[in-house]
């Protein structure tokens, strides 16, 4: 098993849509988990923090499972400008606290 | 704030040549890691500093790749000799301790033909 698994997609869906992902991770000693967002031939960013309880940012809501040890992303009413492959990362999904990245989720919404 | 600054952002390079990728950090970021992206990959990790210091080079892909951080505002990441294989983007990225939420530079975007 991979030590973060995404679905690749393409999730194709039309504005205003509301769409999911979910992220899996394989060590359950895992201790911290963003989202980033990156476009076509640009570096990844950061678009938000992943907690326990839950967090919301606009059209944006991430939770975390540990239970399931998953995480998603929930984006509402989504826009155009969303279009873009959204990588989950999980810090200590291995030895020490390293970082490893998803291989993304790409996302294109359409007119 | 600058954010992470990457050099070059393009390379092309013939294969048997030595290619020198380099990373400023964010001021006061501690910790600096270097990735390699690939359509078939996604974003490897391919070594981790903290303080300067290697912390995990597991990543690195054989000895043709090597990186140091002689100080806190300065790392490079060496391939030599350079092969096809090699091509790929190579981010650089900085944190720190209070916010591990990595920040990256633009990328180098090397080609080796």
């Known amino acids: 098993r991979k030590e973060v698994e995404q679905d690749p997609g393409p999730f194709n869906v039309p504005e205003g849509a509301t769409v999911a992902f979910n992220c899996t991770y394989s060590?359950?000693?895992?201790?911290?988990f963003f989202w980033y967002r990156q476009d076509c031939r640009k570096e990844p960013k950061l678009l938000m923090s992943?907690?326990?309880s839950g967090n919301e940012d606009g059209r944006f809501t991430a939770q975390l499972n540990r239970a399931s040890q998953y995480i998603s992303l929930l984006i509402r009413d989504s826009k155009l400008s969303d279009s873009a492959t959204y990588l989950c990362?999980?810090?200590?999904?291995?030895?020490?606290?390293?970082?490893?990245f998803g291989r993304g989720t790409s996302l294109i919404v359409h007119p | 704030d600058a954010g992470v600054i990457q050099s070059p952002r393009h390379e092309v390079t013939e294969m048997g040549q030595e290619v020198t990728l380099r990373c400023k950090p964010i001021?006061?970021?501690?910790?600096l890691f270097w990735y390699r992206q690939t359509m078939m990959r996604g974003l490897e990790l391919l070594i981790y500093?903290?303080?300067?210091?290697?912390?995990?080079d597991s990543g690195m892909p054989e000895d043709r790749f090597s990186a140091k951080m002689p100080n806190a505002s300065f790392s490079t990441l060496k391939i030599q000799p350079s092969e096809p294989r090699d091509s790929a983007v190579y981010f650089c990225?900085?944190?720190?301790?209070?916010?591990?939420?990595?920040?990256f530079g633009n990328g180098t975007r090397l080609t080796v033909t």
């Open positions: 990225a900085s944190s720190s301790g209070e916010l591990p939420a990595l920040h």
């Open positions: 060590n359950s000693a895992s201790q911290s």
């Open positions: 992943v907690y326990s």
């Open positions: 990362v999980v810090f200590g999904s291995r030895r020490g606290y390293i970082p490893t």
């Open positions: 001021s006061g970021h501690n910790s």
């Open positions: 500093f903290n303080n300067n210091v290697p912390i995990d």
